[in-house]
């Protein structure tokens, strides 16, 4: 009778081990463990990092509750040797499989990039190192790089009409040459043959659509429905020879863009880019040209127009005029309307 009493206590001692290691693995494995602010977040795993930097900073920004049981059910699953960099989202209440599961699934979510028209190269790098991982001064690097740039066919310059103003996705740990190269793929894919054509019957090359519609757009940046109109104007100077005379190149040259009003001692400024001294277009657009823009000069309006001023009600719209007469009264007009408003300068 002792013997099966002790028999039987020895199974139930078992059975409750047992249970209690079995209930300890189903909370270390299917327990919440993640606990947010919010429904979700964004973890960003940078390139090169280890295991233990990875479980450093879950537990650094407080994203699991319990870092044991997680490092637990990482060993297990072999997510020490599996690290992929990458933007993964967590949402509140993951268990500790979960998290694993999609830390070493690389499937990351991918980040929507705002490639706007900005005005200069290091903009744009700054703008690209906010959205991935690529570092701003890197991505400058190449962009300066002229032997990287001619493997594009562009040289240090004209590599900034490579890039077009649009939304794209990437992965966050996309790396400068990699942002680079789908950049080519995205402007390979807006000059199909139909737009290289017209370009051609302009005698244009791509880069020269690119530059002459950035001075479109900021000669009009307020409406888009008159920009294949300062387009042809403008295609009409350079069929003339004439100067295209375009006040945003030469604010572009002295790099004071807070300037309102061009005034002629302005215009002695010794800069490729002061279009009033120097004939043609000048090197480099002189922001990103968005597609409309593009599209504006490939699809110019024809018309005899070869002067342009400001409308004096201040509506962002144009006086066009074909005679030199004519758009000095427009100039008069505006000026004094500039004046009116005490803008000097």
């Known amino acids: 009778m002792n013997w099966k009493r002790f028999v039987l206590t020895i199974m139930l001692f078992v059975v409750l081990v047992g249970g209690y290691m079995a209930w300890d693995f189903y909370q270390r494995i299917f327990s919440p463990n993640v606990s947010l602010p919010e429904s979700n977040v964004e973890f960003f795993i940078q390139s090169e990092w280890t295991y233990d930097e990875v479980l450093a900073s879950l537990a650094e920004k407080k994203f699991i509750d319990d870092e044991r049981s997680f490092d637990w059910v990482a060993q297990r ?43 200069t190269k290091a903009e ?126 030469l604010i572009h040259a002295i790099g004071d863009f807070s300037i309102k009003r061009v005034l002629n001692i302005h215009k002695e400024v010794d800069s490729p880019y002061n279009t009033y001294k120097r004939s043609g277009l000048p ?31 201040f509506s962002g719209y144009h006086n066009f005029a074909s005679s030199y007469r004519e758009h000095i009264n427009n100039a008069k007009r505006y000026q004094r309307e500039l004046n009116k408003r005490k803008i000097y300068k």
């Open 77 to 119: 699953k072999s997510y020490p040797s599996l690290v992929k960099p990458g933007r993964y989202i967590l949402f509140d209440g993951m268990n500790n499989n979960q998290l694993v599961n999609l830390l070493r699934s690389r499937e990351q979510s991918p980040v929507k990039m705002v490639v706007r028209s900005v005005r």
């Open 124 to 249: 744009l790098a700054g703008t690209v190192a906010r959205y991935i991982e690529a570092d701003s001064a890197a991505l400058l690097g190449l962009l300066n790089d002229p032997a990287f740039c001619a493997q594009y066919g562009f040289n240090t310059t004209t590599i900034f009409t490579l890039f077009l103003p649009n939304t794209y996705e990437f992965y966050w740990n996309t790396s400068e040459e990699e942002f680079i190269t789908r950049m080519a793929r995205e402007f390979k894919r807006f000059w199909n043959d139909e737009r290289k054509a017209k370009a051609n019957a302009l005698h244009l090359s791509q880069s020269e659509v690119s530059i002459l519609a950035s001075i479109v757009q900021a000669e009009q940046s307020a409406h888009r429905d008159e920009r294949p109109v300062v387009a042809g104007l403008y295609l009409n100077r350079l069929r003339k020879g004439m100067r295209l005379e375009s006040d945003p190149t």
């Open 283 to 313: 090197p480099g657009p002189i922001l990103l040209p968005e597609i409309s823009s593009l599209e504006a000069v490939l699809n110019a309006e024809d018309h005899n127009y070869i002067f342009m001023c400001a409308k004096e009600d």
